[in-house]
């Protein structure tokens, strides 16, 4: 590995970009790709989340916490179907180091650490993918459903989704503290 | 046949870490090394999670801020990723520390999230440890294990599968090969 330089090659496309006022965005997160990136309000990216919109756009709800080493956004070109791109709607936790390339991700879910999500798969609200599980491309994941273990799924029929919503909302306002949010250097 | 090293892969420190530059440490002042460690490139270090007190006792000031302690002889292999866990508790969300003890190898990519780790740990590579897990003295966590939250694993087991098993026990001559002294001398700097 060639030890580290002042980097010679181009910079990657800066994309553009629709920040809500209210959105913590760390320093060392990085956007890149050619179309436009919506980030919700009240939403938290952790450094070195990696958003890429190369292929298609990428629009993010409120209240999301994208943790690090996640990637969101379609790696190859998107089909005529999925001209949206990725949309990841309100409350939806993305752990560490997952890979998110779905067309939909559903309120409230929560995608575990290092799970992988295939290109243009839906899924449905309140789901919980489970850690390092994968997601098929294309395949729709019904509401409430967990992915666990090796490709078990289950229903959760707990009913506490709004207790989880508060969680994460509770989980903002500490994270809001926590991280120096730098709206300009992406704007 | 060696390569030579590009210059100053690893900063070392007067405590005799070695801390590469690409790694990605953030919030370095609420984080302790005890010494000996090593951080390779591309190691993520969450020290800006802090623990959030609650407001009972304003006037007290908040002397020891520790995201993140780690012992001695320890290695974090590349890729690899130590959170301090968070979760609600008793209304409020906190972080926790994450506590470290000596001669703890991490495998590449591995993601640790546990509470405690104890003494003479071998983690393997892309490991999941879950928020809050313990891990006790002499483990061996086999590649690829993901240790759901709240675990707690006893002294002298090995681990494995999704979610973690207890699989086996460290017999008594595997002991001494966990000692990590001779893969820090190993860690070369040009």
């Known amino acids: ?187 | 046949m060696s390569k030579k090293q590009p210059k100053g892969e690893y900063i070392e420190t007067d405590t005799g870490n070695k801390v590469s530059r690409r790694s990605q440490i953030i919030g370095t002042t609420n984080i302790i090394l005890g010494g000996k460690t090593v951080i390779q490139a591309e190691v993520i270090i969450r020290g800006d999670l802090l623990r959030t007190y609650p407001p009972s006792n304003p006037s007290e000031k908040q002397g020891n801020t520790v995201a993140v302690a780690i012992g001695r002889y320890c290695f974090f292999s590349r890729g690899c990723e130590l959170r301090p866990p968070g979760k609600l508790y008793k209304g409020q969300f906190s972080h926790y520390p994450l506590k470290i003890a000596d001669h703890v190898f991490v495998g590449p990519s591995s993601i640790i999230e546990a509470a405690l780790i104890g003494s003479h740990v071998n983690i393997g590579a892309s490991v999941v440890v879950g928020k809050f897990a313990i891990i006790k003295d002499y483990v061996r966590i086999l590649d690829g294990s993901v240790v759901p939250p709240n675990m707690v694993i006893p002294s002298f087991s090995v681990v494995a599968g999704r979610p973690a098993r207890v699989v086996g026990e460290i017999a008594e001559g595997e002991v001494d090969g966990m000692d990590l002294r001779e893969v820090y001398r190993g860690v070369g700097n040009a």
Request: proline share 6%.
């Open chain 1, 1 to 187: 590995m060639s030890s580290k330089r002042a980097s010679t090659m181009p910079a990657p496309p800066k994309p553009p970009t629709s920040l809500a006022s209210s959105l913590i965005i760390a320093e060392h997160a990085s956007l890149t790709g050619t179309h436009l990136i919506t980030l919700g309000p009240n939403t938290v990216v952790h450094p070195r989340a990696r958003f890429n919109s190369a292929h298609a756009p990428i629009t993010v709800g409120s209240n999301c916490i994208i943790c690090e080493r996640s990637l969101i956004g379609f790696q190859s070109d998107a089909a005529a179907n999925e001209r949206k791109g990725a949309v990841i709607e309100n409350g939806v936790v993305i752990e560490v180091g997952a890979v998110v390339e779905a067309r939909t991700v559903g309120e409230g879910t929560v995608v575990e650490v290092q799970a992988k999500i295939g290109k243009g798969a839906v899924l449905g609200k309140h789901c919980k993918i489970g850690p390092l599980c994968e997601i098929a491309e294309g395949e729709v994941i019904p509401d409430f459903t967990v992915v666990y273990g090796n490709g078990m799924r289950r229903l959760d029929s707990s009913g506490v989704e709004d207790l989880k919503l508060k969680m994460v909302a509770r989980q903002i306002e500490v994270l809001k503290k926590l991280i120096p949010s730098n709206l300009a250097k992406f704007q």
